[in-house]
């Protein structure tokens, strides 16, 4: 039965994978070829995946969640990885849980830092991307911009971003300790992941002078060196790159060290000594870590700069209480409008709120006409409900139908919205006839 | 009148400890009015003082910049002229505190030293005696302003080398102002200890009729001004700086100092008669 369809939502995490196999899983090429992989299961009705450095995650809608998770997972990852090699890593939410753990997403409560802004954009993008590929319906679009919404909502009600913390941000305090002042600095991004991008930026609005892009194919360094207004390099050019630089972010894909402690040694004369910051935000690392022990050169990794982000962790975590609670709210409205999506409780609500109208508008007409006896307010009545009846015949048969055109999702959607039962359910739950009941019919229709 | 002088040396000392201890509460705490109450009271301190050394000047009747109490007094108030001085030119977070540590040492040496006027014999006395002494140790203050700053450099940089971000990575400032730090007091330093080296053999040739005669003073002062030598030309040529350059501006100290206090006790030389 189509109304017994759920939310799931699979993925690892930094917490529960190794950045190893969250590097294999990731999907390196954008979303559409994996999109594009998806689209033809019938077990998903609605699906969209995100994924960034420190995760990967689906989220999808499906009758039958064990099939759905297993046809997903082959479809996006066998042959290189199997079910039962990722099955100890994965993460499984559904419904309730699923969106709650979403939402926590989105707000940036589950990162690996704690109220870092990134997330939300890599969230949108991702949304995008599948609402492109036809991905997303009704449920994860409203799912996915309420997300986006609860993000917002914690973002403004919470300081949980005050300190706006995320590896950009490490990557300017620390350059702050080691050049004093970021002002005039070139920096040198050497292959160009979003991470790496964001870092730029954030650079860039502290002050750096300009962004070189080195990549391993040009048009993709060209690309962001103009977005930056710098210059694009082959990586062949890096330890030549070295003597004009200060601050080098590196990101690529490689699977051996792009540069070692010699090469790196080779050029502190030539730049008499100005010391160098390298960052290494690749997995696996792209600088070799012996580099970190020349002198005036200081390398750090991505777990290096999470102790820089630690200094002001206590204070994120006592706003991050207060952000659960706007989750859990939120989470709550989210549920209510989706067991409204079931037929059952659509129709009772439909019926109850034509009839008050109905009603509501004879009681004043009869008080006009002036009544007296009480077989005209019968009939009164009796034409009152039977106007009600004709008027709600062809919705209700519209929502019973068994139509495979339309989904029924679509269509009790459809209703829902042309009678705004949803505006009067969200702004007066006390005065809506029906909203009390309405709770645990799910699944039943 | 000597007693009087005296009270002067001993309130700025007291006042100097006071500024010690506000610095070090700033420190920790990181309260701006305790690092303005530390300001006003090291200022305070650095004018008392002076003013001891305009009575002792009274009393005495020659320069006071003779005595181990009157060098180690000037020396101290000499790095804090540096570091008022500095402090108009360019803020380096929590200097304060290092710098008013080093002082109230060496203030508590002078207190301890012998408190006697002596006045130098006829034969050492001439104008250029009080010009050498002060150029010296104002010297001496400068490159000790560059040793601190070389010490922070290296605590800073250990900390971000080992990306240990505990108490000491967010007081300390940053590399690029120790360094430029260590680089402005190097260079004024060595050019007063330069000048403070002819002088000093202007004042030999008056004296004893030569300009040098390698006698241990010398000896190692020459020592200590060719290390600062070999450092500066470093630091201008090859573009020394960092680590290298911060360890080697604390070992230059070292061997200034020893040649200033320590020969005078190992050897017998002129200065040795203080």
């Known amino acids: 039965m189509a109304n017994s369809e759920t939310i799931a939502l699979i993925g690892v995490n930094h917490k529960t994978a190794p950045l190893e196999l969250r ?70 939410y559904a419904g309730k849980e699923a969106v709650e753990h979403l939402f926590r997403v989105a707000a940036s409560l589950d990162s690996m830092v704690v109220g870092e802004a990134q997330i939300l954009g890599q969230l949108k993008t991702a949304y995008r991307a599948a609402a492109q590929a036809k991905g997303t319906r009704l449920i994860l679009n409203r799912l996915l911009h309420k997300a986006f919404s609860v993000a917002k909502r914690v973002r403004t009600e919470t300081r949980i971003g005050a300190s706006a913390v995320s590896i950009s941000y490490a990557a300017v305090e620390l350059g702050r300790k080691i050049f004093g002042d970021l002002t005039g600095k070139k920096a040198l991004l050497i292959g160009a992941g979003e991470m790496a991008e964001l870092a730029a930026e954030h650079l860039l609005t502290h002050g750096v002078s300009s962004v070189t892009v080195a990549n391993r194919t040009l048009e993709r360094a060209v690309a962001l060196a103009r977005r930056f207004h710098g210059q694009a390099v082959g990586l062949a050019e890096v330890p030549e790159q070295l003597g004009q630089v200060d601050v080098i972010i590196s990101s690529t894909g490689a699977p051996d060290l792009i540069l070692r402690k010699e090469e790196v040694r080779g050029v502190m004369r030539g730049r008499r000594n100005r010391p160098l910051f390298f960052i290494d935000i690749a997995v696996p690392r792209d600088l070799d870590p012996a580099i970190n022990e020349l002198d005036n050169v200081y ?20 706003e991050a209480v207060k952000a ?4 859990a709210e939120e989470v709550l409205k989210f549920e209510r409008w989706l067991e409204n999506l079931e037929t059952t409780p659509t129709i009772r609500q439909l019926q109850a709120q034509v009839e008050a109208m109905v009603r509501l508008e004879t009681a004043k007409t009869a008080n006009r006409l002036n009544l007296h006896s009480e077989a005209d307010q019968a009939a009164l009545d009796r034409m009152a409900q039977a106007l009600a009846n004709r008027l709600l015949a062809n919705p209700l048969c519209y929502l019973k139908a068994d139509t495979r055109r339309i989904g029924l999702q679509e269509r009790i959607h459809l209703v829902r919205s042309v009678f705004a039962l949803d505006e009067i359910a969200e702004t007066r739950p006390e005065e809506s006839p029906v909203a009390s009941g309405a709770g645990p019919e799910r699944g039943k229709a | 009148m000597t007693s009087f002088s005296f009270l002067l040396f001993l309130a700025s000392l007291a006042l100097y400890m006071l500024a010690a201890a506000a610095y070090l509460v700033f420190f920790f705490k990181e309260q701006t009015e305790v690092r303005q109450k530390a300001r006003q009271l090291f200022m305070t301190a650095f004018t008392v003082q002076a003013l001891g050394f305009a009575a002792r000047y009274c009393t005495g009747g020659y320069t006071p910049i003779a005595t181990v109490h009157e060098t180690l007094s000037f020396f101290a108030w000499g790095l804090g002229c540096c570091y008022l001085t500095l402090c108009w030119r360019f803020s380096v977070k929590n200097l304060g505190v290092f710098v008013s540590l080093l002082v109230l040492l060496l203030m508590l040496g002078a207190a301890l030293a012998s408190r006697d006027l002596i006045l130098p014999s006829p034969t050492l006395q001439s104008v250029w005696l009080p010009i050498h002494a002060s150029l010296s140790l104002l010297a001496y203050s400068f490159l000790a302003l560059a040793g601190i700053g070389g010490l922070m450099y290296l605590l800073q940089e250990r900390t971000i080398k080992r990306k240990q971000f505990g108490l000491l990575y967010s007081r300390l400032p940053s590399l690029e102002a120790l360094d430029k730090l260590n680089h402005h007091s190097l260079s004024v330093g060595f050019a007063l200890l330069t000048l403070g080296m002819i002088t000093g053999s202007l004042w030999a040739k008056q004296a004893h009729g030569a300009y040098w005669s390698w006698n241990p003073t010398e000896t190692w002062a020459l020592a200590s001004w060719l290390l600062y030598a070999g450092l500066f030309h470093q630091r201008f040529t090859v573009g020394w700086r960092g680590r290298r350059a911060a360890w080697f501006s604390l070992v230059a100290l070292a061997l200034a100092i020893f040649t200033f206090w320590g020969v005078a006790v190992l050897f017998a030389g002129y200065h040795g008669q203080f």
Not at chain 1, 60 to 71: N, P, Y
Not at chain 1, 299 to 318: F, H, M, S, T, W
Not at chain 1, 324 to 327: A, K, V
Request: hydrophobic share 40%; charged share 30%; glycine share 4%.
């Open chain 1, 324 to 327: 659960e609670r706007i989750i």
């Open chain 1, 299 to 318: 390398l750090y990794d991505i777990d290096d700069l999470q102790g820089v982000v630690d200094l002001n962790k206590a204070d994120r975590e006592r």
């Open chain 1, 23 to 92: 590097e294999r899983l990731a999907f390196h090429e954008g979303y559409e070829p994996p999109l594009a992989s998806l689209s033809g299961l019938e077990e998903l009705k609605e699906y969209y995946l995100l994924s960034t450095c420190n995760r990967v995650e689906m989220v999808f809608v499906c009758t039958d969640t064990a099939k759905a998770r297993s046809a997903l997972l082959t479809a996006l990852f066998a042959p290189g990885i199997s079910e039962d090699e990722l099955a100890p890593h994965l993460y499984q």
